[in-house]
């Protein structure tokens, strides 16, 4: 029996490694390249840095996320706060402009109620009254809410399907005939007899506009219960601004 000869000779393959000696190496030159790391988002290959590859490595990757934009987020401030311009200036129109014959859907003041609006006439019927009374202001704004709160039970009371928010919009517009007469007011102010007679216009004209939105055919023979109440909160108003 003969004693095994040597192995055969290894050929190495193109992707294997290949032994040379120490003499040989002097004549070898070249680099080992960097492995490329790389992440599919969405099929787009993006190449990590060190630092995101070691923070998802240790179960830190969710501090690399992005939230997508919400398109509800980009919308206009206006838009953002609920606040409809030419809304607010059509119920201005038709709160001015009370009589049916002009053609104006004034339910839409009494259907439609928005905050900003009666908010802003207030607002701005508060800053005409500051002429040496400024405590008005604050004062005005309260008559507003819970005026219109009594306004409101009382409508409940005698029947009527009306919400508090439509109360508090219409009789919050309904004051601007009284910001209509306020620059008549300092041109008349000394003929007593013609001041007092724009004072009572313009009084009955921001009732009627408010009574005539809010005191629907539901409450039938008991439309005077409503109106006068209404009438009552004008000329306190009216009062406050005047100072009388």
């Known amino acids: 029996m003969q004693p095994p000869g040597p192995p055969p000779a290894y050929s190495p393959t193109n992707g294997d490694f290949t032994?040379?000696?120490?003499?040989d190496a002097e004549?070898?030159?070249?680099?080992?390249a960097a492995p490329d790391v790389k992440l599919n988002l969405g099929g787009d290959f993006i190449k990590e840095s060190t630092a995101t590859t070691f923070l998802r490595q240790r179960g830190y990757?969710?501090?690399?996320?992005?939230e997508d934009d919400?398109?509800?987020?980009?919308?206009?401030l206006l838009e953002e706060l609920d606040i409809d311009l030419k809304d607010i200036y059509y119920k201005i129109r038709c709160v001015l402009m009370p009589m049916p014959s002009l053609g104006f859907n004034r339910q839409v003041v009494r259907d439609n109620?928005?905050?900003?609006?009666?908010l802003a006439v207030v607002l701005f019927f508060s800053m005409i009254s500051l002429y040496g009374q400024?405590?008005?202001?604050?004062?005005?704004?309260?008559?507003?809410i819970f005026g219109s709160l009594t306004i409101f039970l009382l409508a409940r009371v005698l029947g009527g399907e009306v919400a508090y928010g439509q109360v508090l919009g219409v009789i919050g517009y309904s004051l601007l005939p009284l910001i209509v007469i306020a620059p008549i007011l300092l041109v008349v102010g000394s003929f007593e007899l013609v001041s007092t007679l724009i004072k009572l216009f313009g009084v009955f004209w921001a009732a009627y506009s408010a009574a005539s939105l809010l005191v629907g055919e539901e409450f039938k023979t008991k439309k005077p219960?409503?109106?006068y109440p209404i009438f009552l909160l004008y000329i306190y108003f009216?009062?406050?601004?005047t100072g009388v």
């Open 238 to 241: 009216l009062s406050l601004y």
């Open 225 to 227: 219960l409503l109106i």
């Open 134 to 144: 400024f405590r008005v202001v604050s004062w005005i704004i309260t008559i507003w």
């Open 61 to 66: 990757g969710w501090l690399l996320e992005v």
């Open 27 to 32: 004549e070898l030159s070249g680099s080992i």
């Open 113 to 118: 109620p928005d905050f900003w609006g009666p």
């Open 19 to 23: 032994f040379v000696s120490s003499a």
């Open 70 to 76: 919400d398109p509800e987020d980009n919308k206009p």
